[in-house]
């Protein structure tokens, strides 16, 4: 129906669409168009390999029908699912991806000929090690989503889970798998693919127990990554450009997007991976010790006192505005301020919240004005000239022992300068410490309020009392 | 002698991932998060390799063990590409700019 030529053709004119897509997000007004040219691309990868294919038999009506299935499900969660889980959505659609990447390998591997890669029992050697490094990845990725997903959900505890010799078994593990793919390009005996696949899918759930939950930004960029790299494999089997195209493009921005993350918390890659970073060993000495600080307590209408007699003005957002569902409730506040002549902006610490650009998701759905929140390196040295930070649910980002105790382990961390503003109004819940296990000095700083309450009803309360 | 198409495909692979790192580059911070959704749905255009292995039957046997997983795969892939843009539509409509006028 379309010559082999044509088709590549499209294909590669779908990933340019790919590519124009993500471009696209470079600001949010060219965003919307980027997301379209996605879709486009979609659309014509999918029509011309049906075409490609010719056939319109009753399997060409089962086709349609597993895709109104598949799509019905998928636009049924996209618009239900509150922004407050986008960690967990993209971390499901991640372990998609890797299954998606299995089971198709998993036809190749027992159908080669349809796809050109020689008869069963004689597939040639490339594709076999394609075929099986994208089924391994695919896996990997498959399992240790859903690992992530249950940890986002709360389903399962954030906290690592290690156990001696962890390393020791992935690294054999590693190293079989590597054997495997080798026995199976030598034998080609269809059991030491699915070994090779069963063994994936236990090293998905290994390499991810072990990273606790604060590291969960990294761990969904690194599965973004997987995911990319997985469909490269694919793509390699399958001769199809489409798919190496996007397969390299996804796996380089969930590698990059990991980069910004362990930046943001100034660790190393190995170090996140390697995991077990967040266990309670630090928080069980400094509970002893911080029982006898003061801390200043406030309430809610010291607070808006405060903030309506600043002229500046700056709200620090973290994971817990997330979980307390406050940005409505912030919006509110700010809005009240605004009017009282108080200038307002955000400060956004880039590992806030549980994946990449989480708090700014959040403030978008409350209508805030994305020219008003700024990252880190923009806003930073606005601490020193404003009246007063707001830190509504975020704890370690702020706090400023990264700068000035080498000891700690969060030393070295960039962090929000809020210390510098002329006073800090601090909403938590307790004095607990925050991820990383470690107490905050700023709580018993002079400057430092703490509004000892939920997010959203001592947000609530300050709009009344403004 | 001839280039293996190999090569090609490689040279393709290479020089996108070179694209991929400069174009994730310049994405905006506060998109970080559609970056994901996106990436997410176009990497499913996994699903042309599931929808020639489901079209692999004929009128006989439309499932076949080859051709189940395809359409397994068909729809694993069906929700990711219509839940990741359809999500990613959603975020990009919520980011609006400061009304001036107000």
Known sequence: MISVNLLAVFYLISGVLFILALRGLSSPETSRQGNLYGIVGMALAICVTILSVGNFSSAFIYLLIFLAIGGSIGAYIAFKIPMTAMPELVAGFHSLVGLAAVFVAISAFLNPEIFNLGLPGSIKIASLIEMSLGAAIGAITFTGSIIAFLKLRGIMSGSPIVFAGQHYLNLILGILLVSLIFYLCKTQVDIWFWAIIIISLVVGVLLIIPIGGADMPVVISMLNSYSGWAAAGIGFTLENTALIITGALVGSSGAILSYIMCKGMNRSFFNVILGGWGANDQSSNSSSSKEQKPVKNGNADDAAFLMKNASSVIIVPGYGMAVAQAQHALREMVDALKKNGVKVSYAIHPVAGRMPGHMNVLLAEANVPYDEVFELEEINNDFANCDVAYVIGANDVTNPVAKSDPQSPIYGMPVLDVEKSKSVLFVKRSLSPGYAGIDNDLFYRDNTLMLFADAKKMTEEIVKSL | ?102
Not at chain 2, 39 to 52: F, L, R
Not at chain 2, 90 to 101: G, I, V
């Open chain 2, 1 to 102: 002698m001839e280039i293996d198409p190999f090569i090609f495909r490689l040279s393709i692979f290479i020089l996108s991932i070179f694209i991929g790192y400069y174009v994730v580059w310049s994405v905006t911070p506060s998109l970080h998060t559609p970056l994901m959704s996106v990436t997410n749905a176009i990497s499913s255009v996994i699903i042309v390799g599931a929808i020639i292995a489901a079209l692999a039957g004929d009128n006989v046997n439309v499932f076949d063990t080859a051709n189940i997983f395809g359409f397994l795969a068909i729809v694993l892939a069906a929700i990711n590409i219509f839940g990741g843009f359809l999500v990613t539509q959603r975020m990009l409509a919520m980011y609006k700019k400061k009304q001036k006028n107000k």
